[in-house]
């Protein structure tokens, strides 16, 4: 039995069939002889014995032969087709032939094959999709082993920590050496949470939040970091906040104010006939500060209710010679061929606030330059980048860090809006602003806004 079992099925199969044929044959002659003459059954020709017994091993070995040809084939190809899953190569089909049994076993495998081919390529299709949505997130992932070795990080991580150089398969630990000590700090630390890094140009402080995930695959550990930015984000809570602030502080003022108002009027037509100066006086005085408190509450109404940029084309030419008959500068470079799609009357206020902060910072007139240019980003985002210069006396970097907050001003009769509205009408534009102090003298105010289609 043992040595059977190096043999395959179809030589099992024809073995059997001649040895039935054999042990067949051989009966019926030994039983036609004892029945037709018994007194010869010991003188019978044993050539002829054998010679029949070889002639029907050959029948039988050919017939059985023939009769387990479609069945070998189909087998062989079963054999082929399970190992190429085994490979995980789902491509192959078996012919439908043979019997019943057999047909029904190969178009069983045949199906199984289009299976798994559709099941594999929604998975590497889900595959793609996720690695696409991963390395296009700007939160940065990093995916490391027990031994703090990474196994995958995207985009934003090569980025942050290697200037956009794959870091698969180097340690963290070693990784860290080139990073600044806040952020190192932060990672190392087995608890997540908020912390901060210093800004670069903007001269504003970043704040992250890291959050850390473990799970266990294939036997072993993995750990999951993640990063994401959260400056944006606060600011506009912050923002949020204050609008609403602003929004009832605004209502209970007007509630007040135009009582106010109303009441003086008619005091003036009461006491018109005293002709009293005393009275003109107070009048005067109430009206002029409830004039001026009006004033007030609008500025600050009007950025706690600055609607959404309602784009069109801007024509870049225009917009500056507009910019001009207002604030004096100097235009460097050329100007963008294609036109912006951009909120004008909105973008203007922006870019005349910004001037009119660079005539006041102390700089002569002809020390201030405009520049508008195309630019792309390193993820290959198209925009344009302007850039408002002065020579004046910059500022220190405790004003430059606030400069940016709503109510924050270091001017006397400032309402410390100027600039938070232009940075709301830009984030609305989907752009950023960012201001730092040259290296030589004054400041420099850069926008940046995304190019839209009109």
């Known amino acids: 039995m043992a040595l059977l079992s190096y043999f395959s099925l179809r030589t099992k199969l024809i073995l059997g069939a001649i040895l039935a044929s054999q042990v067949g044959t051989g009966l019926s002659m030994l039983l036609m002889q004892q029945l ?17 017994l070889i002639s029907a091993g050959i029948c039988a070995w050919v017939i059985s032969h023939l009769a387990t040809r479609t069945l070998a084939t189909s087998l062989d190809a079963l054999e082929v087709g399970l190992l190429n899953f085994k490979d995980n190569d789902f491509s192959v089909t078996i012919p439908v032939g043979g019997d019943r049994q057999l047909q029904a076993l190969t ?25 696409k949505v991963i390395q296009s997130s700007p939160n940065v992932m990093l ?44 990672l190392q630390n087995p608890k997540g949470g908020l912390f901060s890094l210093a800004g670069s ?39 949020a906040v204050w609008k609403k602030v602003i929004r009832i502080i605004s209502h209970e003022l007007n509630n007040s104010v135009a009582p106010i108002a109303s009441m003086v009027n008619s005091g003036r037509m009461i006491t018109r ?47 500056t010679e507009q910019l001009a008959q207002h604030y004096s500068f100097k235009l460097l470079g050329e100007l963008p061929e294609s036109e912006g799609s951009l909120d004008l009357i909105q973008m203007e206020q922006v870019l005349l606030n910004l001037l009119k902060n660079a005539h006041e910072s102390g700089s002569a ?5 405009l520049s508008i240019e ?43 809006l100027g600039l938070p509205l232009c940075r ?7 752009g950023r602003i960012s201001l730092h102090n040259r290296d030589d003298v004054g400041l420099c105010v850069r926008v940046w806004l995304p190019s839209n289609e009109a």
């Not at 750990?223 to 606060?234: F, I, S, V």
């Open 273 to 319: 006939e005293l002709n009293d100066p005393k009275l003109s006086m107070i009048f005067d005085t109430i009206e002029d500060r409830t004039n001026h408190l009006s004033q007030f509450i609008f500025n600050y109404a009007r950025f706690a209710k600055l609607p959404l940029p309602k784009r069109s084309a801007v024509d870049w030419h225009k917009l």
């Open 201 to 239: 140009e903007e001269g504003e402080d970043e704040t992250w939040h890291l959050s850390r995930g473990q799970f266990l695959l294939n036997g072993q550990y993995h750990h999951l970091l993640l990063l994401k930015q959260m400056t944006h984000e606060l600011n506009r809570q912050e923002v």
């Open 424 to 430: 709301e009408i830009i984030e609305a534009h989907d």
């Open 107 to 131: 178009t069983l495998f045949n199906e199984s094959a289009e299976t798994l081919r559709q099941e594999r390529q929604y998975i590497y299709q889900r595959e793609l999709l996720l690695d």
């Open 365 to 369: 007139a002809d020390g201030i330059t």
């Open 36 to 52: 037709i003459h018994p007194q010869t059954l010991i003188g019978t020709s044993s050539f002829v014995f054998v010679l029949i």
């Open 374 to 416: 195309a630019s792309k980003l390193v993820d290959g985002t198209s925009g344009i980048n302007i850039e408002i210069n002065d020579e004046g006396s910059g500022m220190p970097p405790e004003v430059l860090k606030q400069a940016l907050l709503p109510f924050y001003s270091t001017k006397q009769s400032g309402t410390g």
């Open 143 to 186: 995916l490391l082993d027990d031994e703090q070795r990474i196994i995958y990080a995207n985009n934003a991580a090569r980025h942050l920590f290697n200037k956009g150089v794959r870091i698969e398969g180097l340690n963290l630990l070693t990784l860290l050496e080139s990073v600044s000590d806040e952020l190192s700090r932060a």
